[in-house]
Structure formats: structure tokens, C-alpha cells
């Protein structure tokens, strides 16, 4: 199993021009094939990110992402 821990992981999915449903297709396709699918940070497309560097994207989804593993709703840290 991969380390959910490493902050060298910096796998992001960014999707642009689809619509909901078919980005939450998307999204479950890609965990089903990932050995880790936690550690995969995903993004949609808005007016204002799509302006952005990607390295600035990148950088602001998986600052997201971790904080969101480390504060999911509901309270519990993942892996407890």
C-alpha cells in the first residue's frame, strides 16, 4: 500500500468543461483504479482558478486536500 503520509505526493485531477454528474463519474473511475485513491486531489474548473499558474493550482488543491484528509466532516482523521 502507498504512503498516505507523503508530502511528495502531489497526484491532482483537474477537470474542466464537465458537468457534475459526469465529474463524479470521472472521479469514482479514477479511484477504482488507483492504489491509493486518498491520496488523489481533485478540482473542477472555475472562473477564477482557471487564470491561475498551474503551479499555484496545484499548490492550492493539495493544501486543501490534505487539510481536508487531516479535518474531514464529521470530525474523525482519516486512518482512526
Known sequence: MADTENSDDQRMVFLHGFNQDQAVRIMRAVKQVSDDPSGIAFSM??????EWTVKDLISEVREEHE???KNPPGGQEKGQ
Open 45 to 50: 474548473s472555475t472562473p477564477n482558478n482557471v
Open 67 to 69: 487539510y481536508m484528509r
